[in-house]
């Protein structure tokens, strides 16, 4: 069981703490807000990774998981810990926005790399929001990794086997975060 000390918290989500693991700096734990009751959020996101993302090529642009792990907050669940180039936590893309630290423009590219990366992974994402979004500065360039809000939210999970279908969704979500970051 690891303890998990509130100091070592990252951030806090609509439904979830993540915080880094006390013993390894390259990973982060989510525990639930209530995570006796309710373990909604992880326990999805553990079923989509273990059954849709096992054939995915690449990690270019999200977090590996790499599974449960008991804590005194509960069960959580245990992801690659995105940090910058000095192992600091990265901006959102919602934060880098609001605060001018980067322009639409400066993340035209970055936000196409992450765009067609989810288009030819069949990543489907049902809260696909700026918030979600994180940006790895390295050297000049950004690189975007979505940390939250993949999997399909559908009752009938049809998009899930059929290719035309994921990609209809994947680009109609995107075309509402580009609708919110145009506002930001
Ligand atoms: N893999 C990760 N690496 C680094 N920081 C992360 C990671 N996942 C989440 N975070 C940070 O923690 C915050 C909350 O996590 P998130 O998964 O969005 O929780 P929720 O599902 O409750 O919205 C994120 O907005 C982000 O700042
Ligand atoms: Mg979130």
């Known amino acids: 069981m690891i303890t998990i000390d509130k100091s070592l918290c990252i951030g806090k989500g609509s439904e979830r703490y993540c915080y880094r693991h006390p013993g390894d700096q390259d990973i982060c734990i989510k525990v639930a807000y209530k995570a006796a009751r309710n373990n909604k959020q992880n326990i999805k996101e553990y079923q989509y990774y273990r059954k849709r993302l096992k054939r995915v090529s690449s990690w270019a642009h999200i977090p590996r998981c790499h599974g449960w792990v008991a804590t005194d907050l509960g069960s959580g669940l245990a992801f690659d810990f995105i940090s910058d180039m000095h192992g600091q936590p990265c901006k959102s893309l919602h934060e880098a926005l609001a605060s001018g630290a980067l322009s639409l423009e ?19 994402v049902c809260d696909l929001r700026s918030k979600n979004i994180l940006c790895r500065t390295e050297g000049h360039q950004v690189r975007l990794y979505l940390v939250d809000g993949l999997g399909n939210g559908d009752f009938l999970k049809i998009a899930d086997h059929v290719p035309a279908l994921a990609k209809a969704k994947i680009e109609r979500h995107w075309r509402r975060l580009m609708v919110e970051v145009e506002k930001l």
């Open 106 to 124: 400066q993340l035209a590219g970055p936000l196409e790399d992450l765009r067609s990366y989810l288009l030819k992974n069949r990543i489907i």
